[in-house]
């Protein structure tokens, strides 16, 4: 099941990823995307290039899907669509273009909403997470022989690792230490790569509160988590839905082993309360 969909998914990200290392290692210019909030990200050639080869390779491979990308106008005909790819050409442009080797290419494919397939690819480590819907989830390194992921079963907190974001770390994360009495923290870019430490073992939840991740962060990771037997959610405990015209995670997000997803949901109801986050409704 997914076959077709999954090793095409796989040799695009593959090669964007040849692609991305080229501009990484021949230099490349910065520019930034200004939003409506005067809040500004980076974005560069790589950026765009990785954007055409999946989004082309997907549209010819299934032209009756439909195709939302973080570089490319949303047609929002994809609304009309059982199925969507949703696709981060270059998830961890900030590490991209700092060299820190924290990016990822990400490529999701949601059917009603639901995240049933992701690729999440390392160019720089040579690293690939993949996972299909009831397919399992798996990790290819540069020995290229698949290596099943099973997600830790902890779910005492003071043995418990959290990954957090490297360059979007939110103060509020030190709060999030101190009441859950973590063990340690794990500061690392792009969310694909997080979640593939979660699916590895080497971390147990990341915690996200911005409403700045959009569905292309999270769809393809999401499904390469819950095969793994961890779960991913926004804040507040509710699955995130891909098939939305508003693409913002306005919510957060929220990855766990699945094992304490419960306990940390409750655990975060008097901080979020304290921070003063409600939960916003998602334009449908």
């Known amino acids: 099941m997914l076959e077709k969909e999954l090793a095409t998914a796989v ?31 980076p974005v560069t050639i790589a950026d765009r290039t ?54 990822a290419v990400q490529i999701g494919l949601a059917e009603n909403g639901e995240a049933i397939l992701g690729v999440v690819f390392l160019p720089l480590e040579n690293v690939l997470y993949y996972a299909s819907r009831t397919g399992g989830a ?52 792009s969310v694909g790569l997080k979640i593939g430490l979660i699916a590895q073992q080497i971390a147990d939840l990341y915690i996200h509160f911005s409403p700045r991740t959009k569905h292309w962060d999270t ?31 306005h919510n957060g997000v929220l990855a766990t082993n699945g094992a304490a997803h419960a306990k940390v949901v409750s655990s975060l109801k008097p901080l979020l309360i304290e921070f003063g986050r409600l939960r916003v409704k998602a334009a449908r």
Request: net charge negative; charged share 30%; glycine share 8%.
């Open 50 to 103: 990785a954007s055409r080869i999946i989004v082309e390779g997907l549209g010819e491979a299934f032209p009756n899907d439909g195709i939302l990308s973080e570089e490319e106008p949303d047609d929002e005909r994809r609304l009309t669509k059982n199925r969507v790819w949703i696709i981060d050409p270059l998830d961890g442009t900030q590490g991209f273009v700092e060299k820190n080797g924290d990016f």
């Open 219 to 249: 769809c393809a990771p999401e499904i390469i988590l819950r095969e793994a037997g961890g779960n991913l959610t926004d804040a507040f405990g509710e699955r995130i839905v891909y098939n939305t015209t508003d693409v913002h995670n």
């Open 138 to 189: 798996f990790m290819i390194e540069t020995d290229g022989q698949p290596k099943r992921l099973q997600v830790s079963g902890v779910t005492d907190f003071a043995e418990m690792s959290l990954a957090v974001s490297r360059n979007h770390r939110s103060p509020k994360m030190n709060r999030v230490l101190q009441a859950f009495g973590l063990r340690r923290e794990i500061k690392r870019g």
């Open 11 to 41: 040799a695009l990200a593959r090669k964007a990823g040849v692609i991305i290392l080229d501009f990484y290692e021949k230099g490349f210019e910065v520019e930034e995307k200004i939003f409506a909030d005067n809040f500004s990200e």
